[in-house]
């Protein structure tokens, strides 16, 4: 489902022989569910990143010696000093080998090329600098790590790959370093991918998606999470592929009348409405996180919101323990599309899926609002409760609270009702084994990843 990287001590079992256990090697991480809807994180080790070079006037006996390898790792570990790297070793290795150069129309066969391997990513662009300062053309040297992995595995967003049969290792608990159900380490050679055209394997995994919507208290104005609480958060969670949801339920600040079909859960403070929420994702452990307008609105609020209530752990709502969800803005600028400013959201493990990012690059419409978009594809609208009367529900008794509580589960169900009509899962996950990205790299960028 996705898939990204980090740093960590090697692990000796996927390494060769003579390799320092305390050097910090790149360890790929796939996220995703298996057959029976676990949750699942695949600790991939071993894979380096590389690029070619032309071989030029080096010579293969320089190549073969290693004398060229440790000539550029010297180089390398100069100019990687600056930027931090804090080792002399760079290089893993260079290999000669014959390949041949799809720029421009070529009529020669296969020269000969170096391949050259790196420790780590961060020193690709030091080796590709070196090379490039002296005039000479690097190859396949900007293509980023985890997708270099991916492109050479055959894998895809969305797709299915297997781990082949007792070589990998399962993590006892006290071992794991995410809130997956299985986690496993394995080498990078282990890791094959399924061929969607061959069997069942173009099915869609259960993946679990969790729609919410957030209602804030602000007598007057647009509400700021510096001062405004928030007072009721809905969240309904389904399973790719069902109908019915697994979970339907409303937090709510005050006494709530029971919901028929949802479960109400009332508090006195909001700081504990927001910790039960961040528990709530834990537990129903979606892998995408969706709703509308929730990147620029009601994921940035509750995280700008706790941090003013100092929730420390209220972030941790992402499936790597001890990692935040965060939220930066950025600019978001394609030729199709034009330039727009937006936040992006950092949850490692889960998707976090716009839905009125994804209706605005999708369709032309004369309105974008929840209320509009639904009537125009659902022929159904939100329930009849105007933002002015949100303080006045929330001011008044158990029955006008409950009224709210209605309103915004019907603001969480319809972005779920929405993603399932304009069947946005299907269309995303075929997209992904397409282009063979993962499925946030076509959330969050433009036409040319795809290429």
């Known amino acids: 489902m996705d898939l990204d990287q980090y740093y960590g001590p090697a692990d000796l079992r996927f390494y060769p022989q003579g390799t320092s256990a305390a050097s910090e090697r790149p360890i790929l991480r796939i996220f995703g569910v298996n057959d029976n809807g676990n949750s699942i994180t695949v600790h991939v080790h071993g894979f380096q990143p590389y690029f070619y070079v032309r071989a030029g006037t080096v010579d293969r006996q320089a190549i073969d010696s290693g004398a060229f390898a440790q000539q550029l790792n010297t180089a390398v570990a100069q100019k990687s000093k600056g930027m931090g790297a804090g080792t002399t070793r760079c290089v893993e290795k260079v290999e000669w080998c014959m390949k041949q150069t799809l720029m421009n129309y070529q009529a020669e066969k296969r020269v000969p090329f170096l391949k050259i391997t790196m420790i780590a990513p961060h020193m690709v662009s030091a080796a590709r600098n070196i090379f490039e300062s002296s005039g000479q053309q690097t190859f396949e040297s900007n293509v980023v790590f985890p997708l270099r992995f991916m492109i050479d595995y055959d894998l895809s967003g969305g797709g299915w790959c297997a781990i082949r049969e007792g070589k990998y290792k399962v993590r006892e608990p006290f071992q794991k370093t995410t809130n997956c159900q299985l986690e496993i380490d394995v080498h990078h050679s282990q890791v094959t991918a399924k061929d969607p055209n061959e069997g069942d394997w173009g099915r869609i995994a259960p993946l679990r998606i969790l729609s919410f919507d957030i209602e804030c208290f602000a007598k007057k104005g647009f509400p700021v ?31 709530c009348d029971p919901i028929a079909d949802a479960e109400v859960m009332a508090f006195q403070r909001e700081s504990d409405l927001l910790m039960a929420w961040s528990a709530l994702v834990q537990e129903t ?64 493990g889960r998707v976090p899926f716009d839905l009125l990012q994804a209706i605005q690059r999708d369709y032309k419409l004369s309105s974008y609002s929840l209320n509009s978009v639904s009537a125009e594809f659902l022929g159904d609208q939100k329930e009849d409760v105007h933002h002015a009367m949100i303080s006045v529900l929330q001011e008044g008794n158990e029955d006008s609270r409950r009224r709210l509580a209605v309103y915004c589960i019907k603001d969480a169900l319809l972005p779920q009702q929405l993603m399932d009509k304009l069947m946005y899962m299907y269309n995303y996950i075929e997209m992904a084994r397409v282009t063979g990205v993962p499925i946030g790299f076509l959330l969050g960028r433009g036409q040319m990843i795809k290429v």
């Open 285 to 348: 452990d979606p892998d995408i996180i969706t709703g509308y307008n929730i990147n620029n609105f009601d994921l940035p609020y509750v995280l700008d919101r706790a941090s003013t209530l100092r929730l420390d752990n209220f972030a941790r709502f992402a499936r790597v323990t001890n990692s935040n969800v965060r939220a930066k803005k950025t600019t978001f600028s394609s030729k199709a599309q034009g330039t727009r400013e937006s936040k992006e959201i950092s949850c490692e």
């Open 225 to 255: 999470p510096e001062k405004d609480p928030v007072i009721q958060i809905a969240s309904i969670l389904t399973v790719q592929g069902e109908s019915a949801p697994l979970v339907r339920n409303v937090l709510t600040l005050g006494t």
